[in-house]
């Protein structure tokens, strides 16, 4: 079993998507460009959505687009060489910039800005589903079929995300083979990643082998399953603890703890970076994260957002 594990950085996206402040295109870039300088592999950018349901994020094109001049010219490829002052208009030879796309509108978007990975989203929940599609999940499913076509003819990687996982604010509790049955699905539509989420913060690490098995049951390899969870409850970091041992190699983070969820009530920030980088180096796994690096990238984003980040790592550090 490997001892590397990847951290997928979702603070530009899931995290500021959540955020009352609006912060300017110059500084998410800067944010980001923050974040690959300290090592993370994966950088979720932004999402390419209707501005009307996350003006948050209204301005993706602009990002991508001062991502790609600010590097190699494609904002989806890496850049040569790595290192350097946090912050430094370059990343690491092995960064990815990705978007989220809620369809094919948003798509052929981020391909028209030069994204080379994408990721899509379904629910385990009809009551999510409808609340943040205003689809059933049969329906959100189909609509997925042409996004993925599309993407992979373009020769672009789509990674699939599946909310309320561990519970739904709607429809409560969520039986474990169904999150095994529709995150097969994903997969059979050629997403090559399940990010398992607990969206709103409800799992307890009772429940994390139970949905992990039901997914490998379903018939994913468990290098196709990543984990996503927020600590609205205090429990992120034990629900690691409880899937490192199953395999998991995978993990979504945000830096600072930024984040929530605009379609889900009380859902406040996602697991923070800093708190999964400091637990994975202290029982030795590596992750390639500089815990400096996403400090620091932490500390510029802070005053911008308006409020204390509720990373204790990271307070611990100022």
């Known amino acids: 079993m ?11 996206r899931d995290g500021l998507q959540n955020e009352a402040a609006r912060i300017s295109a110059a500084d998410k870039v800067a944010f980001v460009e923050r974040l690959a300088a300290a090592g993370l592999p994966v950088i979720e950018v932004t999402s390419f959505v209707r501005p009307d349901r996350v003006p948050q994020l209204a301005d993706a ?32 030879a092995d960064t990815r910039y990705t978007a989220l796309v809620p369809n094919l509108t948003g798509l052929r978007e981020a391909l028209a800005a030069g994204v080379r990975e994408v990721a899509i989203f379904a629910a385990a929940s009809e009551g999510f589903s409808q ?4 689809r059933s999940i049969a329906e959100s499913l189909t609509a997925f079929v042409d996004v993925c076509r599309e993407a992979q003819a373009a020769g672009v990687r789509v990674r699939g995300y599946l909310s309320t996982a561990f519970g739904c604010p709607f429809d409560g509790a969520v039986d474990p083979r169904r999150v095994g049955e529709i995150a097969r699905r994903l997969r059979d539509l050629g997403v090559y990643e ?13 429940q994390v082998r139970p949905v992990v098995e039901a997914t490998l049951s379903a018939g994913l390899d468990i290098s196709e399953v990543a984990l996503h969870f927020h600590d609205t409850r205090g429990q992120a970091l034990a629900n690691v603890m409880a899937a490192l041992p199953l395999g998991v190699r995978t993990f979504d983070a945000s830096a600072g703890g930024l984040g929530g969820c605009p379609f889900a009530p009380g859902a406040t920030g996602n697991l923070a970076t800093e708190d999964l980088v400091y637990l994975l180096d202290g029982l030795g796994y590596e992750t390639g ?26 307070r611990a550090s100022r």
């Open 289 to 314: 994260v500089s815990l400096p690096g996403v400090i620091d990238a932490s500390a510029f984003i802070e005053p911008l957002v308006g409020h204390p980040l509720p990373s204790r790592v990271y």
């Open 131 to 134: 609340r943040n599609t205003n």
């Open 61 to 92: 094109r602009e990002v991508f687009a001062a991502l790609a001049s600010s590097g190699d010219g494609e904002a989806g490829a890496a850049s040569a060489g790595a290192g350097g002052e946090a912050g430094a208009s370059r990343r690491g």
């Open 194 to 206: 399940v990010a398992i989420s607990d969206t709103i913060g409800i799992a307890h690490p009772g």
């Open 2 to 12: 490997t001892n590397r594990v990847t951290i997928v950085e979702v603070g530009p």
